[in-house]
Nanobody, 122 residues
Framework: QVQLVESGGGLVQAGGSLRLSCAAS????????LGWFRQAPGKEREFVAA?????HYADSVKGRFTISRDNAKNTVYLQMNSLKPEDTAVYYC??????????????????WGQGTQVTVSA
């Protein structure tokens, strides 16, 4: 049974940092894209970052967020710096066969975590 378990969310002031972790289990993910999406209240789920054979970032987080992965541990991390109130959302870890294409589309990910809340106060 495949499971993705996120941790590391919380409340932080604007300008602060948080590090999200996602531990994957149940299969080998070395040839899968591991990524992060987020969904704010009243908005659609949006792509944040992913790690395939390279890293991918949404324009809104470039230069502030860093994604990394440890294949030996089947874990992906999202280091979030210089957080802004507009980064407030539920962050979801995802895994899928979007290694060479379709990395930015949520429909190409078939495994999802339960989500972790990130709240950035002004």
């Amino acid at each position: 049974q495949v499971q993705l378990v996120e941790s590391g969310g919380g409340l932080v002031q604007a300008g602060g940092s948080l590090r999200l972790s996602c531990a994957a289990s149940g299969r080998t993910f070395s040839s899968y894209a591991l990524g992060w999406f987020r969904q704010a209240p009243g908005k659609e789920r949006e792509f944040v970052a992913a790690f395939t054979w390279r890293t991918h970032y949404a324009d809104s987080v470039k230069g502030r967020f860093t994604i990394s992965r440890d294949n030996a541990k089947n874990t992906v991390y999202l280091q979030m710096n210089s957080l802004k109130p507009e980064d407030t959302a539920v962050y979801y870890c995802a895994a899928g066969p979007a290694f060479y294409s379709g990395t930015y589309q949520s429909g190409n990910y078939n495994y999802w975590g339960q989500g972790t809340q990130v709240t950035v106060s002004a």
